[in-house]
């Protein structure tokens, strides 16, 4: 399973489905990363944490552990 902490920077990469449960769930929906969204890795901090990504036309970092939660296809 290919998830977001493990795409490479300068890529796009789409959303095939979302892990994890309730709030933290909902957090990552509520940034706008849905299944079927495309998603571009920007670049990734120095300790990969966070990872800064564009998604529908704006800048997000998301952590280590909430990238790993969100599978690509």
Same mark, same amino acid.
Request: aromatic fraction near 0%; charged fraction near 35%; hydrophobic fraction near 40%.
């Given at each position: 399973m290919k998830t977001l902490r493990d795409a490479q920077v300068g890529s796009t990469v789409?959303?095939?489905?979302?892990?994890?449960?309730g709030a933290v769930?909902?957090?990552i929906m509520d940034?706008?990363? $849905?299944?079927g969204?495309?998603?571009y890795i920007r670049?990734?901090?120095p300790l990969g944490d966070p990872v800064e990504? $564009?998604?529908r036309g704006y800048e997000?970092?998301?952590?280590k552990a909430d990238a790993e939660m969100i599978e690509l296809q």
């Open positions: 789409t959303v095939k489905k979302l892990h994890g449960e769930k909902r957090r940034m706008g990363i $849905t299944k969204i495309d998603v670049k990734v901090a990504v $564009t998604v997000l970092s998301v952590r």
